[in-house]
């Protein structure tokens, strides 16, 4: 069984050019992980390209072995670090997690 971690993230800033640079380094700091976290079978991030308006501001799409393997990534000190960064520039959140 493969698990689909999906996370969307709203950025807190109102200037969309700032927005629009975090949304970057936030995908890239979680793309970055690949290699890093063991638990990652597959990790996908990036930033919003169309309707900034009314779309979400970042996206993560990772595949675990198990749900075992998101707790274990949850705390990883690399992803720790990222999620550190992260919650430091977001206004809301939104996960699920489903079986592929």
Do not use: C
């Not at 890239?28 to 900034?52: C, E, F, H, K, M």
């Not at 075992?68 to 977001?90: G, L």
Request: proline share 3%; charged share 20%; net charge negative.
């Amino acid at each position: 069984m493969t698990i689909r971690h999906v996370v969307t993230w709203k950025l807190a800033s109102e200037d969309a050019a700032e927005r629009a640079a975090q949304a970057a380094e936030v995908a890239r700091r979680l793309n970055a992980l690949d290699g890093v976290v063991p638990q990652l079978l597959t990790i996908s991030a990036g930033a919003n390209v169309a309707y900034p308006e009314a779309n979400w501001d970042v996206t993560l799409v990772a595949d675990f072995a198990s749900v075992e393997a998101i707790d274990e990534y949850q705390v990883h000190p690399a992803h720790a670090e990222v999620a550190t960064y992260i919650r430091s520039v977001v206004a809301s959140r939104v996960a699920v997690d489903f079986e592929v």
